[in-house]
T-cell receptor, first 111, second 116 residues
Framework: RKEVEQDPGPFNVPEGATVAFNCTYSNSASQSFFWYRQDCRKEPKLLMSVYSSGNEDGRFTAQLNRASQYISLLIRDSKLSDSATYLCVVILYSSASKIIFGSGTRLSIRP | EAGVAQSPRYKIIEKRQSVAFWCNPISGHATLYWYQQILGQGPKLLIQFQNNGVVDDSQLPKDRFSAERLKGVDSTLKIQPAKLEDSAVYLC??????????????FGSGTQLSVL
């Protein structure tokens, strides 16, 4: 089983729709969680951190479910510019931090 | 604030040749990472430096890959000899400090390597 798993998609949704995708992680000792966004042929960029209480940034909402070991990203009122690959990142801390990326979920917003 | 600088942007070589990539992290960032990203996959960590010391190189194919960060600032990653399966984007990232809580990564534009 992969340490971090994501549905690769692609998710193809119309502009204005709400879309959500999940990411599951296998190690219950995981301590920090993030969503990164990667545009085609570009580098990943931090989208948002994910906290246990859930957090919102404009049209984006991230949730963490420690009991079921998954995080989610919800995008409301999607825009054409939201088309990208969304990477789930999990960090484990012990003697050194271990940063693990998921394979990414491709999202395509159509007019 | 200047971002993470990487060069070259693209590199095409034949198998068994050597190649080197360079990275200059954001000023003041103690931690530097090299990732390999194969098309359709997420970034895979090759090596992580804290200042000029290696923190994690468990996934670095040491028979052909090497990396250094001698003065704790910029870094080079070398492949010698290259194989076809090394074709990928090589991403350098840096973070301010390993606080153990919010370790946010800032990536360079990457070097796209094609091995023919």
């Amino acid at each position: 089983r992969k340490e971090v798993e994501q549905d690769p998609g692609p998710f193809n949704v119309p502009e204005g729709a709400t879309v959500a995708f999940n990411c599951t992680y296998s190690n219950s000792a995981s301590q920090s969680f993030f969503w990164y966004r990667q545009d085609c042929r570009k580098e990943p960029k931090l989208l948002m951190s994910v906290y246990s209480s859930g957090n919102e940034d404009g049209r984006f909402t991230a949730q963490l479910n420690r009991a079921s070991q998954y995080i989610s990203l919800l995008i409301r009122d999607s825009k054409l510019s939201d088309s990208a690959t969304y990477l789930c990142v999990v960090i484990l801390y012990s003697s050194a931090s271990k940063i693990i990326f998921g394979s990414g979920t491709r999202l395509s917003i159509r007019p | 604030e200047a971002g993470v600088a990487q060069s070259p942007r693209y590199k095409i070589i034949e198998k068994r040749q050597s190649v080197a990539f360079w990275c200059n992290p954001i000023s003041g960032h103690a931690t530097l990472y090299w990732y390999q990203q194969i098309l359709g996959q997420g970034p895979k960590l090759l090596i992580q430096f804290q200042n000029n010391g290696v923190v994690d190189d468990s996934q670095l194919p040491k028979d052909r890959f090497s990396a250094e960060r001698l003065k704790g600032v910029d870094s080079t990653l070398k492949i010698q000899p290259a194989k076809l399966e090394d074709s990928a984007v090589y991403l350098c990232a840096s973070s301010l400090v390993r606080t153990g809580v919010d370790e946010k990564l800032f990536f360079g534009s990457g070097t796209q390597l094609s091995v023919l």
